[in-house]
């Protein structure tokens, strides 16, 4: 028999899980940043970084200490997230117990003695365990601090850096078009060497750990910015309005999702609750919907546990008919060895970014997700490819409605 305190647990249990899949605001647990000194060992942890994130450190011997990795609200996606620095005052090999306080595995550790060159820490020196949602880690330490990452840090600075070089081109051009929950500037840019309203819309980073989604997408769009013959074709026709960080609280506080508001942005392209969609959503719409608009295309970088193209099916009504099927096969073509799937019924009816843009515009609307472990070489060399076969399949289908 259940006490009433059992069931008032269980009421309150079921409340967060159904305001979490509706849609609602799950309250944020602020994230404090701290440093973590122990003296008789010589050996300090902190995460007081943008997107550090390391929740609690305890020694449990004389070189073991336990962490744990908490995500900023319950229920969650299980996409775990943490970023920290260690260092001893004398070379010392230390064993870490991550431990995760919800669902989800702990990805092998990236590091780097510098933020910006990282590498995957070697495979004998890191043991994980799903169903547990905890890992193992040796780790080599000393006076030089060592950053330890689920993913190497591309974050807002970072982007933003990325960002201004790309303003810097002669046929961009910046537009802001909102602000953050925490006042941070949603940038947007548009590429074009034509007054042609016929657009490509690029989104990335709703969710603050896909940092592969963003290695993809800036490459994706140095390849529509280059200085080729192909590029420079495609600029004279299309206009590419790229969105590069849709969450950027979510990103500085290092969350495992949400934004500050606790809002999955993703799921939020119904109510439009949060003023991140708001602003997005509204921008794309007063260039999509203005008299002798042709928004053309619209694709959303993410990450994931493989790489995925998330879809309509060929049977949907869209502007470019079986557009979709023709660039992956031309991706396939291109790099025979790379591995991904396509999916058209992931999230049928989930108030996505995809689905609103295939709603709104008519338009082929691509969620790309890129392994978290994906070779970083190959996500360059694939979004490279990828970029040119939609160029030249756009202008292919512009040069059919010209005629």
């Known amino acids: 028999m259940k006490t009433p305190v059992t069931a008032l647990l269980g009421l309150l249990s079921s409340l967060c899980l159904s305001a979490c899949h509706s849609g609602h605001p799950a309250t944020i647990a602020p994230h404090v940043r701290h440093t973590w000194r122990f003296p008789e060992s010589g050996v300090t942890f902190h995460d007081e970084f943008s997107q550090g994130r390391l929740n609690g450190c305890q020694q449990t011997g004389p070189d073991q200490f336990h962490l744990t990795i908490s995500p900023e609200n319950k229920p969650i996606n299980p996409s775990p997230w943490y970023a920290f620095q260690v260092r001893s005052e004398q070379p010392r090999q230390l064993r870490l117990h991550l431990v995760l306080t919800a ?3 702990v990805l092998r550790p990236r590091l780097s003695t510098d933020g910006k060159t990282w590498r995957l820490i070697p495979k004998e020196d890191f043991t994980a365990n799903r169903a547990t949602h905890d890992a193992w880690v040796t780790l080599q330490t000393g006076p030089r601090p060592v950053w330890v990452a689920a993913q190497e840090l591309v974050g807002l600075s970072a982007l933003n850096g990325w960002m201004d070089r790309k303003a810097a081109l002669p046929f961009a051009r910046e537009a802001p078009i909102g602000q953050s929950i925490e006042g941070r500037p949603l940038r947007s840019l548009t590429f074009s060497e034509t007054d042609r309203a016929q657009y490509v819309f690029i989104l990335g980073r709703q969710h603050p750990p896909e940092v592969t989604g963003s290695l993809a997408l800036m490459t994706f769009v140095d390849t529509l910015t280059a200085d080729t013959a192909l590029a420079r074709r495609y600029r004279g026709r299309f206009k590419t309005v790229v969105i590069p960080l849709v ?3 979510g990103i500085e506080h290092g969350h495992w999702r949400s934004n500050l508001g606790g809002v999955d942005t993703n799921r939020d392209w119904k109510k439009f609750s949060q003023p991140e969609t ?15 608009a042709k928004p053309c295309l619209f694709l959303d970088f993410h990450s994931t546990g493989k790489d995925v193209f998330y879809c309509q099916p060929d049977s949907e009504p869209t502007s470019l008919p079986a557009f979709t099927s023709r660039w992956l096969a031309d991706i396939r073509a291109r790099f025979p060895g ?6 058209d019924a992931h999230n049928v009816g989930v108030p996505t970014s995809k689905g609103w843009a295939h709603q709104t515009f008519g338009i082929p609307a691509i969620t790309y997700e890129l392994g978290y472990s994906t070779d970083r070489k190959l996500i360059r060399q694939v979004s490279q490819g990828a970029a040119e076969s939609m160029m030249t399949l756009l202008l292919e289908e512009n040069s059919k409605t010209t005629r």
Do not use: H, I, Q
Request: glycine share 14%.
């Open 278 to 292: 708001r602003a997005v959503s509204g921008a794309l719409v007063r260039l999509g919907k203005a008299p002798g």
């Open 247 to 249: 969450n950027p609280d």
């Open 338 to 343: 790379y591995k991904f799937k396509r999916e």
């Open 103 to 105: 669902d989800g595995s």
